[in-house]
């Protein structure tokens, strides 16, 4: 009898050699502590650039005060699905919670944005249906394209007049798909735009503001609340919870139709356990934290506009973004690991991102700001970025 362990091992090396020889291959490295401006990182101290937690709140001590009170009050673990016994108080308050501050009727806990994505695309669409998805949304918009079993398509991005808006059949459901604000590029899709097309086609849209929800609008509302929009031009909005807030997981709000639905439907929610409450309660902590302390939206406003003035000024190849995400770019996936590599020696963490996350010739270091960095962090990131990209011309 052939061992089966050695001809699975003989298929998968020459995938994974292949992936070392065009420095596409990933490493896991080790993080010791909590988040925050500065890390420990594979043994080293790190000026921490490569976080999402926007707001610095990932280390807050209320979030951790909530959770050691929830440990005491709920455990450790939820113990079931949702629909089973894995729904407590503290989820039921987070969701009410969070409906109120996005200002729709219900909103639901998903474990993570991924299965949120996915549950929504499965429990609305099916055979016959439509998807519509910007070019650069993110993996989990795009395999919850290919997961719902509707047609689907792709639009250039950002184009809100692209011919394949004109493939929409009327009699059809079709979802529009967008991320709010793009998660490599760090530009936001034009939303009203958007909306104005899906009103016109009779589509529905969809905005994943992982990374606009907490950070942007006048309350940290997100993407919307940036371009005042409202349940009635994006009737389904789905964010995470563990970069501004911090914390882990995510939600969709909407209509209370739409969630009742998701409940009844949608299998990435009810067939898997529920997040621990004590997740829950650092998550309605952080929501606190991000309704009483807009200074940490205004500190990180102003801290991109200092590291964009002076990446102007020393003509870095950084891409047009006015938030938190700030992608240097490099085109060849070595030279970007090669310079985050000379900043780390120096001090300061800034990981490459390479293909497949960014489309061939694209690989750039995704410098993320946060509220807990300060002024003489993006100084001394700008002034490491000068050394270090002069040597690797």
């Not at 967008?178 to 034009?190: K, L, W």
């Not at 902590?285 to 000024?313: C, M, N, P, S």
């Not at 300060?374 to 011309?393: F, P, W, Y």
């Amino acid at each position: 009898m052939s061992n089966a362990a050695q001809r699975l091992d003989a298929l998968l090396k020459p995938d994974l050699e292949a992936l070392k020889a065009r420095s596409l291959f990933r490493l896991r490295q080790l993080v010791d502590g909590p988040q925050g401006a500065e890390i420990q990182f594979d043994g080293r101290r790190c000026l921490n650039f490569s976080s999402n937690d926007y707001l610095g709140l990932a280390g807050h001590p209320a979030l951790r005060a909530a959770v050691r009170q929830a440990l005491d009050m709920y455990g450790t673990g939820s113990g079931a699905s949702h629909l089973i016994t894995g729904h407590t108080r503290a989820h039921a308050e987070f969701e009410a919670e969070l409906a109120e501050f996005v200002q729709r009727p219900r909103a639901l806990l998903f474990s993570t944005g991924y299965m949120a994505n996915l549950g929504v695309a499965g429990a609305l669409l099916g055979r016959g249906d439509r998807m519509l998805a910007d070019r650069l949304c993110h993996a989990s918009l795009l395999d919850a394209c290919r997961y719902s079993g509707a047609r689907f398509s792709r639009y250039p991005h950002a184009q809100a007049d692209a011919p394949q808006w004109r493939r929409i059949q009327s009699g059809a459901n079709t979802l529009v798909v967008t991320d709010g604000v793009f998660s490599m590029d760090g530009d936001m899709a034009p939303l009203p735009a958007l909306a104005r097309a899906c009103e016109t086609a009779g589509a529905f849209l969809m905005v994943d503001d992982a990374h606009g929800f907490g950070v942007l609008g006048a309350h940290g509302r997100g993407s919307l609340e940036h371009f005042g929009l409202d349940m009635r031009q994006v009737p389904i909005l789905m964010a995470t919870l563990g970069k501004a807030l911090g914390g882990f997981g995510a939600f969709v709000a909407g209509s209370e139709a739409l969630v009742e639905t998701l409940i009844q439907r949608a299998r990435t929610y009810i067939y898997t356990t529920a997040t621990p409450a004590c997740v829950a309660e650092a998550g309605r902590a952080a929501l606190r934290l991000v309704q009483a302390e807009d200074w940490r939206r205004t500190h990180l406003k102003q801290l991109i506009q200092r590291f964009r003035l002076g990446a102007a000024q020393l003509k870095l190849p950084v891409l047009e973004s006015s938030t938190a995400i700030q992608p240097l770019l490099l085109g060849d996936a070595e030279r970007a690991l090669s310079v985050s590599e000379s900043l780390r020696e120096r001090g300061l963490l800034a990981l490459a991102i390479r293909p497949p996350t960014v489309p061939a010739g694209s690989a750039r270091l995704r410098i993320t700001l946060t509220a807990a960095h300060s002024g003489q962090h993006v100084d001394r990131l700008l002034e490491a970025l000068t050394e270090v990209m002069s040597n690797a011309n």
